[in-house]
């Protein structure tokens, strides 16, 4: 986790099987919002390109809608200011411990950033660094890209 990253928050995101449906819990400062989301990519051969669609709920609907069999990831979510750049920087927890991932959001991917240290690689187009591959990976896919990115870092 770069040294200057702030405003930790704790994301549980619930991959609902079968669907492209997301729940979120984020927990930060005390507060705990829930959200029901649903990832669309436009063009699939563009993975670059997402339209998001978020719901905010209340704590009964969440809970409610937890009934949904899914895939679970959770991960701890920081603030990381580059410049004039604002990165949000996941550190995942349990069997992708070790594994983190920075994500920006650019008005236009063909003028590209430089990437700051400590990041190793970019995976933008890499569908396997994903939330949605991530958590219905299985332990062997898990382990394979846990290995990938220590690899790299060296």
């Given amino acids: 986790m770069p040294a200057h990253a702030k405003d930790p928050r704790l994301i549980e995101d619930r991959y609902v099987v079968g669907t492209r449906l997301r729940l979120r819990r984020v927990e930060a400062d005390s507060q705990v919002v829930y959200k029901f989301c649903q990832k669309v990519r436009p063009d699939d051969s563009n993975p670059s390109t997402v339209a998001i669609t978020n719901i ?8 409610r809608l937890c009934q949904l069999p899914a895939s679970i990831l959770r991960k701890t979510r920081r603030v990381w200011h580059v410049g004039h750049h604002t990165f949000a920087v996941d550190k995942f927890h349990g069997d992708l411990a070790g594994l983190l991932l920075a994500e920006i959001e650019l008005p236009d991917l063909a003028q590209g950033l430089p990437l700051p240290a400590p990041i190793g690689r970019e995976v933008t ?3 396997r660094f994903s939330g949605g591959y991530l958590a219905h990976a299985t332990p062997s896919q898990k382990a ?5 990115t220590r690899s790299e870092a060296r």
């Fill in 125 to 127: 187009t890499d569908e």
């Fill in 56 to 63: 905010y709920l209340a704590e009964s609907e969440y809970e």
């Fill in 144 to 148: 394979e890209l846990l290995t990938l």
